[in-house]
T-cell receptor
Framework: AQSVTQLGSHVSVSEGALVLLRCNYS??????LFWYVQYPNQGLQLLLK??????LVKGINGFEAEFKKSETSFHLTKPSAHMSDAAEYFC?????????FGTGTRLQVFP | DAGVTQSPTHLIKTRGQQVTLRCSPK?????VSWYQQALGQGPQFIFQ???????QRGNFPDRFSGHQFPNYSSELNVNALLLGDSALYLC??????????????FGPGTRLLVL
């Protein structure tokens, strides 16, 4: 069965600092992996997705994620945080059939 | 191009009542999935509709039912509401026939409060 674990329910960084949000997956088949962002009182917006074409995936708003099969990880990074990045971030496994979500990581950005 | 739309945005019901939520998929998408997001949790898959049939179902009781119309729009119905049904209900659409790697695009959600 597929599952996704997000380490750290809350992450706080200063504006301009590196953002690192952790995600580990468990899957018996090659996974499709996604990162979504949710701003307060809104739905989910796709940041990026991995579909086995390339291990380093670039997304919107300067975010990227690297698929590491040996570590079963798909961590999300951004070199320099901006105040507007404050939101809830969800890692998900699956595809167009159904998505399995992690519990989410709330990112706070301090000036 | 309109994205996924949902109505209503907010809803308040009392225990035991029934509720219907509506979703219109993104243009060109024929598959609709529904998710429940409880406060502080990640979304949980309820079910998916394709070609007006329920194609997959998550671990939700039969009180949760759905429908897909010929224009691909969808409804989620919940009967005999419980306090625990209070959540944000998200609809997502995708081009279902083209493969698992396709992305699901989400609507803004309907926030349901059961008193």
């Amino acid at each position: 069965a597929q599952s996704v674990t997000q380490l750290g329910s809350h992450v706080s960084v200063s504006e301009g600092a590196l953002v690192l949000l952790r995600c580990n997956y468990s899957s018996s088949v090659p996974p499709y992996l996604f990162w979504y962002v949710q701003y307060p009182n809104q739905g989910l917006q796709l940041l990026l997705k991995y579909t086995s074409a390339a291990t380093l995936v670039k997304g919107i708003n300067g975010f990227e994620a690297e698929f590491k099969k040996s570590e079963t990880s798909f961590h999300l990074t951004k070199p320099s945080a901006h105040m507007s990045d404050a939101a809830e971030y969800f890692c998900a496994s699956g595809g167009s059939d159904k998505l399995i979500f992690g519990t989410g990581t709330r990112l706070q950005v301090f000036p | 191009d309109a994205g996924v739309t949902q109505s209503p945005t907010h809803l308040i019901k009392t225990r035991g009542q029934q509720v219907t939520l509506r979703c219109s998929p993104k243009s060109g998408h024929d598959t609709v999935s529904w998710y429940q997001q409880a406060l502080g949790q990640g979304p949980q898959f309820i079910f998916q509709y394709y070609e007006e049939e329920e194609r997959q179902r998550g671990n939700f009781p039969d009180r949760f039912s759905g429908h897909q119309f010929p224009n691909y729009s969808s409804e989620l119905n919940v009967n005999a509401l419980l306090l625990g049904d209070s959540a944000l209900y998200l609809c997502a659409s995708s081009p279902g026939a083209t493969g698992r790697q396709e992305t699901q695009y989400f609507g803004p959600g309907t926030r349901l409060l059961v008193l």
